[in-house]
């Protein structure tokens, strides 16, 4: 079997490689020693007893993977952030860390190891990817399953060289290609006379183009490459079910593709949209899924520009 020829992923994003490290650390104990022995962790007995994708705690925010491992009777946690070439957020490895010791006063498990997967390229340049306690680097996964004769393996080697091929994307300054890309979102955005606070700068990479609004401190985010539309509220994820009830509304009075979520500390109301390539042309995009992308931001925008309004009129009562 060659995996190059029969295993094409598309635009392969980080839940895809969520998913299989998940299934890895299922139906592979040799591919879980490769943590344990990073983080020197030794058991005569080792029974993996769980494995979580996007674990969020309302105080500090998500793991990406948590795995939980029972090693000779006590409970062990691998909190496990993922990156192919996305942007670190600010503190996120202390967010990690301090999930996990939450977890652990909580009475979850007995002790933790924090991770970071990702490109070798990846860990090299970015300095927040340095600050984890332990990391196994993308080429390290694919060195291990390329030493396996077994279908699925070949497939998962499959995964991470279509993952490695992305190479950096946000992570370093200047890339070329998604300047000329963003600047030509922005001239899409003005000559379709969009009503939008665009508040990247020019000549940026614009990997996630970012809207100001009239409502308070939110804030719209296009995550181009996850394909979502966030309007996002800081410090708001303790009434995440409050946002909850707003999207059931919204659902039923024009607007049936709006989710709520946490992220972090924050809330979000988000609007799935299809994935545009900022590492190729703009003008190679579908121009349906451009206008798409557009008339979320805008549907959005114009979402916080009504709560503003209300709650002005709500205060001059």
Not at 35 to 56: D, P, Q, Y
Request: with cysteine; net charge negative.
């Amino acid at each position: 079997m060659n995996e190059n020829m029969i295993c094409k992923f598309g635009n392969i994003q980080e839940r895809d490689m969520d998913l299989m490290f998940l299934e890895s650390f299922l139906t592979d104990k040799e591919f879980l020693q490769l943590f344990l022995n990073k983080a020197e962790i030794k058991g005569n007995s080792i029974e993996v007893l769980n494995v979580a994708l996007s674990e969020t705690d309302p105080e500090y925010g998500e793991s990406d993977i948590t795995v939980i491992l029972s090693i000779d009777g006590k409970k062990h946690g691998l909190l496990i952030e993922d990156k192919i070439n996305a942007p670190a957020m600010p503190e996120q490895c202390e967010r990690y860390s301090k999930r996990a010791s939450k977890a652990k006063n909580s009475g979850k498990y007995d002790d933790f190891s924090v991770f970071i997967v990702c490109p070798a390229e990846y860990y090299d340049v970015n300095s927040e990817a340095k600050k984890y306690a332990h990391f196994i680097t993308y080429e390290e996964c694919l060195d291990f399953f390329s030493k396996k004769a077994d279908a699925l393996s070949k497939i998962r080697c499959a995964q991470l060289k279509q993952a490695l091929a992305k190479g950096l994307g946000g992570t370093t300054e200047p890339n070329p290609a998604a300047i000329a890309f963003f600047a030509k979102y922005r001239e899409y955005m003005e000559t379709n006379d969009y009503k939008l606070d665009l508040r990247n700068k020019k000549g940026s990479n614009g990997w996630w183009p970012h809207y100001g609004t009239t409502f308070g401190n939110s804030y719209i985010y296009h995550k181009v490459s996850d394909g979502v539309v966030d309007l996002t509220f800081p410090n708001g994820a303790n009434r995440i079910e409050t946002m909850r009830f707003a999207v059931h509304w919204l659902n039923a009075h024009g607007m049936p593709n709006v989710s709520a979520l946490a992220i972090g500390k924050a809330v979000a109301l988000r609007i799935k949209v299809t994935v545009l390539d900022q590492h190729k042309p703009f003008e190679d995009a579908n121009i349906d899924d451009v206008k798409t992308c557009f008339d979320a931001v805008q549907e959005l925008s114009d979402l916080a520009t009504m709560l503003a309004q209300v709650s002005s009129f709500v205060k001059m009562k």
